[in-house]
């Protein structure tokens, strides 16, 4: 049986997998295939116990991001109008992070990491003497998240004491962190302390990684291209279109994941419930039936074309939060620009997401 342009079946992994953007705008908008596979069970644990890896996971797909009630409330929190408050303390960050930069180092270290880690700990009100733990909290956090991803069960007792540890140190702080919208739906009647603890989790490691990504891409593309940074200053291009181009073209998310609710023909092949079905984002955004020669580097292009943040109901929760803290940054940039070594970058799967390392820089004074 031929199959639609742009779907294969891989026998392997036992997935589908569209490779064509026309197919892609079809599954991500198809009311037959949901967000999740049906895989949390009752958490029947103690309310106090401090919860293992596994327990961590498992609440993360009970009461995580696509949970039926909390969903709408944390896509509000998300949206536009509350986070708008927040562009000037990122611009503020930003500035900041970029006038402590000495005359060399590497970009990614010493500016891209550290601030998208503190704007992200803003941007959840977290108050500003829990930044430096709440880094190491992270860093065991996303340990734990790689391995799972990776298939890793069982993480030793040691990685478990330091998880569990994080927990109780996240739980603390939340306690302590501002009213922003995101805290008034961890604290509204009903809230579970220990699940809502692992939301946060789920949105540290679905949110951080990945503006880091997106961000040193865009820095790359910032700063490695002369021509770009002189459309920025004229006016022609904007450091947002910048962004958008750069993460098309290296996109922090490689797959988007669906799974059929129902029999479904959508796709022009038959599929049962249950049928697991990928997205390849960075194939999709290049696709050169949709896509005017994907290989040149056009901040023109509008970002409707790009799949980076997904689409429909598969759509990424935090990309309005992501675009104002890659945005902020890279003005901060703009303003007073750094020489890169722009040959230097690397992209690598770090079985999560993609991961950016190499972009060493030195100071110069003044525009070139
Ligand atoms: C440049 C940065 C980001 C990119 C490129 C990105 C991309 C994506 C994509 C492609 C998806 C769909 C994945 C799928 O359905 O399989 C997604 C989902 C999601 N994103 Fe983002 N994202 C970014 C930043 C963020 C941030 C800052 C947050 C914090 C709130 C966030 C939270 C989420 C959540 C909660 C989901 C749903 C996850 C799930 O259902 O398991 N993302 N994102």
Known sequence: MALPDGLEWDGETRQWLVRKRALAEVVLRD????????????????????????????????????????????????????????????????????????????????????????????????????????????????????????????????????????????????????????????????ALPWADVALVGQLLAAGVPQVRTGLAVACHALLGRPEVLEMVGRGEATVEQVAEEAMRIHPPFLTIYGWTTETCDCLGVRLEPGAAIVVDVRAVNNDPADVDGPESFCPARGRTTTFTFGKGAHYCLGATSARYQIAEALGALAADPLRIDAAAMRVTDDGFSQTVSGLPYTQHHGRT
């Open 31 to 190: 009311p037959h295939v949901g967000t999740l596979p049906a895989n949390g069970v009752a958490d029947t644990a103690h309310p106090d116990e401090v919860p293992s890896v596994s327990r961590f996971f498992n609440l993360w797909y009970l009461r995580g991001a696509n949970h039926p009630e909390l969903a709408p409330e944390l896509r509000r929190v998300y949206n536009a109008g509350p986070l708008a408050d927040f562009r000037p303390v990122l611009a503020e960050l930003a500035a900041e992070r970029r006038a402590r930069l000495t005359g060399s180092g590497d970009l990614v270290e010493d500016f891209v990491a550290p601030y998208c880690l503190d704007g992200t700990f803003a941007l959840m009100g977290f108050a500003e003497q829990d930044w430096a733990s709440l880094t190491k909290v992270y860093h065991v956090l996303m340990f734990a998240v790689r391995s799972r991803f990776r298939g890793e069960r069982e993480l030793g007792e040691r990685a478990e004491q330091a998880f569990a540890s994080s927990l109780v140190f996240l739980r603390s702080a939340l306690g302590r962190a501002r009213d922003v919208p995101l805290m008034k739906v961890l604290r509204a009647p009903g």
